[in-house]
């Protein structure tokens, strides 16, 4: 697991191909993030499908809840089979460009 922070946002990346593992680590240290916007990138791990996105489903309702934008970068997946409550882009820079739309939504009250 690599964490970058850039600015409001935190970038971890998953560099195990361990997708459960690599969701127990981010719990783990969840406290540690929840007052960032965080990008998951998975894109690493070729055989992640949707079935694997939605075991995160539970953390990003949470996240959610304290007014932040988590953002998962999934190249191959048929992105709409993915969750409403779960957001999938395939780079790293449109996951950028969510969370800057997403902060500009919450500063005008949206």
Known sequence: MK?????HTIIIKDTEGDIVEFLDKVDNQYNSFKDYNLILDISHDKSVDVKN???FSDLAKKHKKVKKSLVFVVEDID???VPASIIVVPTQLEAQDLIEMDEIERDLGF
């Open 79 to 81: 992105y709409n089979k």
């Open 53 to 55: 996105i939605k075991i």
């Open 3 to 7: 964490v970058t922070t850039k600015g």
